[in-house]
């Protein structure tokens, strides 16, 4: 193929175009945190739990109430972005507004960064300010190691589902499926059931998370195992991975802490009452060192999640 093929092909390819667009977009012109499409949709879904979820029902009727306020949100997304779709003059500059808002690779980074630099100077008050818009576990509790482990564990877990969990589905369904992924994690977490009040309402959330995450965390945890330390951290998997309770996240997490050798998991406090989850990875407790490890190591990573993407998109769509 000649050099003018070659750059033919790669302007007529619109899916490739997108996800590059996007992600020079995105570090160009991140959407503020605080302003984002998502917090309203956050919003809406606490508004709706609380007229649907109640507490004296019994269990079947709050299991119920759980999946239909999950389809009436979830498919009245779906049904606006389809129709939306058809009324577009310019669909690749469409599917690249859809990523771009799907994306959180950046607040991802900047959270890392930030954390590091407050965890570096002991400051558990920022650590905790940082956190808690991110866990659902009582911060005030946790001593400064404690801060660092789930400190490490949400960075670990944002970089997954808001940069990897979104761009393996945009590969999968373009803008639409990329939007559709973060507004179904999004209810997940703010249905959550380590919330007393939705311990039943929030399952059918955290379960329909929990299946569109788990192939692409487990290829991005199996990404990580490669390199150094590739036998101690496949052998990690096989032997922890399938002890959390969610089965992508499990994996990733597992990964990242036998890969640096971090502790990771363990008792957490919600809703003051302490919940049993399995200890994961090394032996050592995450430090302002490790924190940086593992920003550079997901970085790093996700460079290379780009390029195959990248290089499928090139093949699978230029074929097609």
């Not at 490739?16 to 945190?33: D, E, K, M, S």
């Not at 879904?45 to 999946?67: D, F, K, M």
């Not at 089965?247 to 990733?252: R, V």
Request: a positive charge.
């Amino acid at each position: 193929m000649t050099t003018s093929a070659f750059i033919a092909s790669l302007v007529t390819n619109s899916s490739l175009l997108a996800l590059w667009g996007a992600l020079l977009l995105h570090w160009l012109l991140p959407v503020p945190h605080q302003l984002h499409p998502l917090r309203i949709w956050h919003r809406l879904a606490l508004l709706i739990a609380s007229r649907v979820n109640h507490p004296h029902e019994n269990h079947s009727q709050r299991l119920l109430a759980g999946y239909l306020a999950w389809a009436l949100m979830w498919l009245t997304a779906l049904v606006l972005l389809l129709a939306i779709s058809q009324l577009v003059w310019y669909p690749t500059l469409f599917q690249l507004i859809l990523l771009w808002l799907s994306l959180d690779w950046q607040h991802s980074a900047s959270l890392s960064q930030q954390f590091n630099h407050a965890y570096s100077n002991n400051n558990k008050d920022q650590c905790r300010q940082l956190l808690d818009p991110h866990i659902n576990r009582n911060a005030d509790v946790l001593s400064l190691l404690g801060l660092g482990k789930a400190g490490a564990e949400t960075i670990i877990l944002s970089y997954g589902r808001h940069v990897v969990g979104v761009l393996f589905w945009y590969a999968i369904g373009g803008g639409i499926a990329a939007v559709l992924y973060r507004l179904a994690i999004s209810l997940a977490r703010a249905w959550s059931p380590t919330r007393t009040q939705y311990v039943v309402f929030g399952r059918p959330a955290i379960r329909i998370a929990a299946i569109l995450d788990i192939v692409p965390l487990r290829l991005f945890a199996l990404l990580i195992c490669l390199g150094r330390n590739s036998r101690t951290t496949l052998q990690g998997l096989r032997q922890q991975g399938e002890n959390w309770h969610l089965p992508g996240p499990g994996w990733l997490l597992v990964a990242t802490g036998h890969k640096l050798a971090l502790s990771l998991g363990g008792p957490a406090i919600y809703n003051n009452v302490k919940m049993v989850r399995p200890r994961l990875g090394g032996k050592i407790t995450p430090a302002a060192l490790h924190i940086a490890q593992i920003q550079q190591l997901m970085t790093q990573r996700l460079y290379v999640w780009v390029t195959i993407e990248s290089l499928l998109l090139y093949f699978f769509c230029g074929v097609l």
